[in-house]
């Protein structure tokens, strides 16, 4: 698991956020913390797969974020990208709850809704442009500045209001889309009910103690009437979640408290007499946090006895053996995880890592392999260039060097060293190669960023 601040989202939230400044005063467009977990995100892809192919999605077109947060909330931005606070996870009963999230959110992706909530951010901001231009004319007029203040004041309430009535449209839009959603993927819509039902045990708290996502999803008694009958007349509402699905709630609600919370609560919440598969798993993640490695591992590698098949578990192996600095013995689980997962770019960077800590020719170019195949996956990912970057240091290859440097220092935003590094690479580079092509590419696009 990584849990890092991602400063780009910024820029994915701003239109969101200004939104969200609208309607509840408050701005949620500040960088905010995600957590990178190819276990957790292969489960919400899981859950969401049936989901969007029934909204005629293509699924890959559709990113999936984890929010390093502790309250509930959920919500799409920036296009096709879905964020879902570890809050929410956590404090889902169960998958079906999440899945129905899921299926909402997927109704505003489906509806347009953001480019809607844009246009109508646009036509209000005239508005109150307007008013400000009028609130001027008026304090002229009268030798007072307070008459400018109110026709202001006015104008805010005029967006507001419009606004609000305009997105409480939208989510009723989103939840009949939801319901059609979950009937086509044959999940019950029973989870997004209870959910809706706990949200509206908040209304009568004040603003700053609601969860986000009632604030930004207004509810309505019309809403939760509206799933009260899908659920009342669905011939799904009473199919019950296939068995992995539940297990894998189970699992992912355990490794993020694991993670998350302090050791001595997991502890005490997964008590040493529970040995269910998620009790032991969390007691290993917490095991991992105190650098109780001797403990950590033996209940692995009792999960390994039992399920031998299980990737994540050999990745968990692999952290706690690279944490506790024995990266040697750490290759082996991460090689066996990438053996059953070749795409998980994730766990192939973990396991480059250990590989040019040994400093050997021949771990280096495994590494280096490993690198190249997950930045297949992972283009976006700043150390995966930096890692890079090392890999062909140890081969001597400055040219590549200065690309991977070049292309981790463009995705930080460091355009002034984006250029640097891409002339350098287009200097050591062939011209006309793809290396020398790309250099070129990240050089005009460091120059645009300028401007």
Request: charged share 25%.
């Amino acid at each position: 698991m990584r849990i890092k601040c991602s400063k780009y989202v910024s820029r994915f939230l701003a239109v969101f956020g200004a939104v969200l400044i609208t309607l509840s005063g408050q701005t949620t467009a500040s960088a905010i913390s995600l957590i990178r977990d190819t276990e957790i995100e292969n489960t919400i892809r899981v859950y969401s797969q049936p989901i969007f192919e029934a909204a005629g999605l293509e699924t890959g077109d559709i990113q999936i974020h984890i929010v390093n947060d502790p309250s509930l909330n959920a919500f799409v931005a920036g296009g096709q990208r879905l964020f879902i606070n570890t809050g929410l996870l956590m404090k889902a009963e169960n998958a079906g709850q999440v899945i129905g999230v899921i299926a909402h959110e997927t109704g505003h992706i489906s509806g347009g809704h953001l480019v809607r909530l844009q246009e109508s951010l646009k036509n209000n901001t005239a508005k109150t442009i307007l008013t400000l231009v009028l609130g001027g004319i008026a304090a002229v007029a009268t030798g007072q500045g307070e008459a400018a203040g109110a026709v202001v004041a006015g104008g805010a309430t005029l967006q507001q209001r419009s606004l609000l009535s305009y997105t409480r449209t939208m989510e009723q839009s989103a939840d009949q889309a939801a319901a059609l959603f979950l009937d086509e993927a044959g999940y019950s819509g029973r989870g997004l009910l209870q959910f809706l039902s706990t949200l509206s045990g908040q209304e009568l708290l004040s603003a700053g103690r609601q969860d986000p996502y009632l604030r930004s999803h207004p509810l309505t008694r019309d809403r939760i009437e509206f799933m009260r009958n899908h659920v009342a007349t669905s011939r799904h509402s009473d199919t019950p979640l296939r068995k992995d699905l539940v297990e894998a709630h189970d699992r992912m609600r355990a490794k993020l408290k694991g993670f998350i919370n302090p050791p001595s609560r997991t502890l005490r919440e997964y008590k040493a007499d529970d040995t269910s598969f998620s009790a032991r798993y969390a007691r290993a993640v917490a095991f991992k946090k105190q650098f109780k490695i001797d403990e950590a591992l033996a209940l692995l590698d009792g999960l390994i006895v039992e399920s031998p098949n299980d990737p994540f578990l050999y990745e968990l192996k692999g952290d706690v053996l690279q944490d506790a600095g024995r990266v040697a013995d750490s290759i082996p689980p991460y090689e066996k995880a990438v053996e059953m997962l070749p795409w998980a770019a994730l766990i192939r960077v973990s396991l480059a890592q250990s590989q040019l800590e040994l400093k050997d020719r021949r771990s280096s170019d495994a590494a280096l392999e490993n690198l190249q195949q997950a930045v297949r996956y992972e283009p976006e990912m700043p150390l995966l260039w930096r890692l890079l970057a090392t890999a062909h240091a140890r081969n001597d290859d400055q040219a590549h060097v200065m690309l991977s440097l070049a292309e981790e220092a463009l995705l930080r935003g460091k355009k002034s060293e984006a250029r640097q590094r891409s002339k350098r690479a287009m200097d050591l580079l062939p011209e006309g190669t793809a290396g020398w092509i790309r250099a070129q590419d990240i050089h005009q696009a460091a120059k645009k960023k300028k401007k």
